[in-house]
T-cell receptor, first 113, second 113 residues
């Protein structure tokens, strides 16, 4: 069975600082990995996805994530935080042949002016 | 840009009542999903639907729940006799194929009193 752990339920960074949101996964077969963002009172929007192509994946709004098989990680980064990045971020995993996404518990990102 | 839509955005119901949550998936998508997010908890998979039948479901999706695609565009989740613990945000999602990216709607916030 697949699972996802997001380290840190809350992360706070200053505007302009590096954003690092951590995600570790567990899967017995090669995974597909996703990051979704949820802005207040909105649904889940896809930020980026890894589906066994390039290990460094670029997404929308300047975010990127690197798949590291040896560390079973898929951390999300952005070089310079913007106030508009304040939201909840969810890491999710699925595998070929399974239809469901398994989500982490989410990380709430706060940006300080 | 095509998107998944959901109605209503909010619903309040009395315990024991039936509710139907509605979704219009993206038009060329073939796989449809329901997830829920209890306040402060993870997004949890409920059910996936393909070719007019349930293809996968979670333990949460018991006999009180049902899904239907009554016509060529709508996808519904019915809860027959709501319980207090059914209070949650319910997300509909759709994808072109089972391994393709799932696109989420804005959610329906259900409150059971």
């Amino acid at each position: 069975a697949q699972s996802v752990t997001q380290l840190g339920s809350h992360v706070s960074v200053s505007e302009g600082a590096l954003v690092l949101l951590r995600c570790n996964y567990s899967s017995s077969v090669p995974p597909y990995l996703f990051w979704y963002v949820q802005y207040p009172n909105q649904g889940l929007q896809l930020l980026l996805k890894y589906t066994s192509a390039a290990t460094l994946v670029k997404g929308i709004n300047g975010f990127e994530a690197e798949f590291k098989k040896s560390e079973t990680s898929f951390h999300l980064t952005k070089p310079s935080a913007h106030m508009s990045d304040a939201a909840e971020y969810f890491c999710a995993v699925s595998v070929q042949g399974a239809q469901k996404l398994v989500f982490g518990q989410g990380t709430r990102l706060t940006i300080n002016p | 840009e095509p998107e998944v839509t959901q109605t209503p955005s909010h619903q309040v119901t009395q315990m024991g009542q039936e509710v139907i949550l509605r979704c219009v998936p993206i038009s060329n998508h073939l796989y449809f999903y329901w997830y829920r997010q209890i306040l402060g908890q993870k997004v949890e998979f409920l059910v996936s639907f393909y070719n007019n039948e349930i293809s996968e479901k979670s333990e949460i999706f018991d006999d009180q729940f049902s899904v239907e695609r009554p016509d060529g565009s709508n996808f519904t989740l019915k809860i027959r006799s709501t319980k207090l613990e059914d209070s949650a945000m319910y997300f509909c999602a759709s994808s072109e194929r089972d391994t393709k990216t799932q696109y989420f709607g804005p959610g329906t916030r259900l409150l059971v009193l």
